[in-house]
Protein backbone atom coordinates (compact mmCIF):
# COMPACT_ATOMS: atom_id res chain seq x y z
CA UNK A 1 0.00 0.00 0.00
CA UNK A 2 1.19 3.47 -1.05
CA UNK A 3 2.22 6.33 1.21
CA UNK A 4 -0.76 8.67 0.74
CA UNK A 5 0.69 11.76 1.72
CA UNK A 6 2.99 13.17 4.48
CA UNK A 7 1.03 14.02 8.18
CA UNK A 8 3.41 16.27 10.17
CA UNK A 9 6.79 17.70 10.49
CA UNK A 10 7.93 18.35 13.80
CA UNK A 11 10.41 20.63 14.85
CA UNK A 12 11.64 21.30 18.55
CA UNK A 13 12.27 24.70 18.80
CA UNK A 14 13.49 27.26 21.67
CA UNK A 15 10.65 29.57 22.91
CA UNK A 16 7.32 28.18 21.41
CA UNK A 17 5.27 31.02 21.47
CA UNK A 18 8.08 33.03 19.13
CA UNK A 19 7.56 29.88 16.88
CA UNK A 20 3.72 30.31 16.46
CA UNK A 21 4.36 33.68 15.86
CA UNK A 22 6.99 33.29 13.03
CA UNK A 23 5.14 30.72 11.29
CA UNK A 24 1.84 32.37 11.68
CA UNK A 25 3.21 35.26 9.33
CA UNK A 26 4.20 32.95 6.78
CA UNK A 27 0.63 31.58 6.89
CA UNK A 28 0.08 28.77 8.82
CA UNK A 29 -2.78 28.50 11.44
CA UNK A 30 -3.04 26.86 14.90
CA UNK A 31 -5.06 23.39 14.52
CA UNK A 32 -6.88 23.88 17.56
CA UNK A 33 -7.20 27.51 18.08
CA UNK A 34 -9.13 27.29 21.26
CA UNK A 35 -5.83 25.23 22.71
CA UNK A 36 -8.36 21.80 22.65
CA UNK A 37 -5.61 18.66 21.73
CA UNK A 38 -8.12 16.24 23.92
CA UNK A 39 -6.48 14.21 26.93
CA UNK A 40 -3.99 14.15 28.55
CA UNK A 41 -3.08 18.21 27.96
CA UNK A 42 -3.99 20.68 29.60
CA UNK A 43 -4.96 23.75 27.88
CA UNK A 44 -3.41 27.59 27.11
CA UNK A 45 -5.21 28.76 23.96
CA UNK A 46 -3.80 28.41 21.25
CA UNK A 47 -0.85 26.18 22.94
CA UNK A 48 -1.64 23.15 24.86
CA UNK A 49 0.98 21.99 27.47
CA UNK A 50 1.53 18.27 27.52
CA UNK A 51 2.66 16.78 31.26
CA UNK A 52 3.96 13.71 29.33
CA UNK A 53 5.23 12.85 26.09
CA UNK A 54 7.14 10.12 24.50
CA UNK A 55 10.45 12.44 24.42
CA UNK A 56 11.99 11.13 26.88
CA UNK A 57 9.72 11.73 29.88
CA UNK A 58 10.22 15.25 29.87
CA UNK A 59 7.39 18.26 29.83
CA UNK A 60 6.46 19.89 26.71
CA UNK A 61 4.59 22.91 25.59
CA UNK A 62 3.35 21.79 21.96
CA UNK A 63 1.08 23.71 19.19
CA UNK A 64 0.00 22.23 16.22
CA UNK A 65 -0.05 24.45 13.07
CA UNK A 66 -1.92 23.71 9.47
CA UNK A 67 -1.69 25.02 6.05
CA UNK A 68 -5.37 24.30 5.07
CA UNK A 69 -8.54 23.36 5.94
CA UNK A 70 -9.07 19.72 5.89
CA UNK A 71 -7.49 18.48 8.94
CA UNK A 72 -7.11 14.84 6.82
CA UNK A 73 -5.34 16.53 4.01
CA UNK A 74 -3.61 19.64 5.49
CA UNK A 75 0.14 20.16 5.95
CA UNK A 76 0.63 20.01 9.53
CA UNK A 77 3.67 21.36 11.93
CA UNK A 78 3.72 20.14 14.89
CA UNK A 79 6.27 22.71 17.05
CA UNK A 80 7.57 21.38 20.67
CA UNK A 81 9.11 23.41 23.17
CA UNK A 82 11.07 21.53 26.50
CA UNK A 83 10.16 23.14 29.11
CA UNK A 84 11.93 20.11 31.57
CA UNK A 85 14.83 19.50 30.51
CA UNK A 86 14.98 23.32 28.90
CA UNK A 87 15.77 23.72 25.34
CA UNK A 88 19.28 22.95 24.68
CA UNK A 89 21.23 25.06 22.04
CA UNK A 90 22.82 23.17 18.48
CA UNK A 91 25.90 24.26 16.89
CA UNK A 92 25.54 25.49 12.98
CA UNK A 93 24.21 22.64 10.92
CA UNK A 94 27.11 22.22 7.80
CA UNK A 95 25.22 22.19 4.18
CA UNK A 96 26.72 18.84 3.12
CA UNK A 97 25.49 17.12 6.95
CA UNK A 98 23.21 14.41 6.49
CA UNK A 99 19.51 14.49 7.71
CA UNK A 100 16.45 17.22 6.52
CA UNK A 101 18.22 19.88 5.27
CA UNK A 102 15.21 23.02 4.86
CA UNK A 103 11.10 22.87 4.75
CA UNK A 104 9.98 24.26 1.07
CA UNK A 105 6.57 26.05 0.85
CA UNK A 106 4.94 26.49 -2.57
CA UNK A 107 4.07 30.24 -2.89
CA UNK A 108 2.14 32.10 -5.81
CA UNK A 109 4.13 36.03 -6.11
CA UNK A 110 7.21 35.31 -4.47
CA UNK A 111 8.23 38.76 -4.65
CA UNK A 112 5.36 41.09 -2.88
CA UNK A 113 5.56 37.77 -0.06
CA UNK A 114 8.99 38.56 0.40
CA UNK A 115 8.65 42.23 0.38
CA UNK A 116 5.54 41.75 3.00
CA UNK A 117 7.04 39.37 5.28
CA UNK A 118 11.05 41.67 4.94
CA UNK A 119 8.72 44.75 6.25
CA UNK A 120 7.02 42.37 8.88
CA UNK A 121 10.32 41.91 9.75
CA UNK A 122 11.20 38.53 8.79
CA UNK A 123 15.30 38.05 7.88
CA UNK A 124 15.64 36.95 3.74
CA UNK A 125 19.42 37.15 3.44
CA UNK A 126 18.90 37.09 -0.86
CA UNK A 127 16.54 38.06 -3.08
CA UNK A 128 14.48 35.56 -4.97
CA UNK A 129 16.64 33.68 -7.55
CA UNK A 130 15.17 32.64 -11.25
CA UNK A 131 15.76 28.72 -11.97
CA UNK A 132 14.69 27.86 -15.35
CA UNK A 133 13.86 23.94 -15.76
CA UNK A 134 13.61 23.74 -19.83
CA UNK A 135 13.71 20.14 -19.91
CA UNK A 136 10.38 20.41 -18.40
CA UNK A 137 9.12 23.72 -19.74
CA UNK A 138 8.70 25.60 -16.90
CA UNK A 139 10.93 27.55 -14.69
CA UNK A 140 10.81 28.38 -10.86
CA UNK A 141 11.64 31.05 -8.41
CA UNK A 142 12.56 30.40 -4.87
CA UNK A 143 14.40 31.89 -1.93
CA UNK A 144 16.13 30.72 1.11
CA UNK A 145 16.24 32.47 4.87
CA UNK A 146 16.06 30.88 8.72
CA UNK A 147 13.15 30.56 11.27
CA UNK A 148 13.79 32.25 14.76
CA UNK A 149 15.64 28.57 15.51
CA UNK A 150 17.89 28.83 12.11
CA UNK A 151 16.08 26.34 10.59
CA UNK A 152 16.51 26.41 7.04
CA UNK A 153 12.87 27.29 4.94
CA UNK A 154 12.19 27.80 1.34
CA UNK A 155 9.43 29.59 -0.52
CA UNK A 156 9.21 28.26 -3.83
CA UNK A 157 7.00 29.62 -6.96
CA UNK A 158 6.22 27.85 -9.93
CA UNK A 159 5.75 29.00 -13.47
CA UNK A 160 4.78 27.58 -16.78
Known amino acids: MPVLNLVHLNLHVSDLDRSVAFYGLLGWKPMFPDGDMGEPHEMQPPIAVSPKNDYGGGVVRTAILTLGDDPRAATKLELIQYVDPPPAPRPRKPKNE ?50 PDENLLEFIELFR
Open 98 to 147: VGVHRIAMRVKDIDGLVADLRAKGVHFPHDPIDIGLAELGSRQRFVLFPD
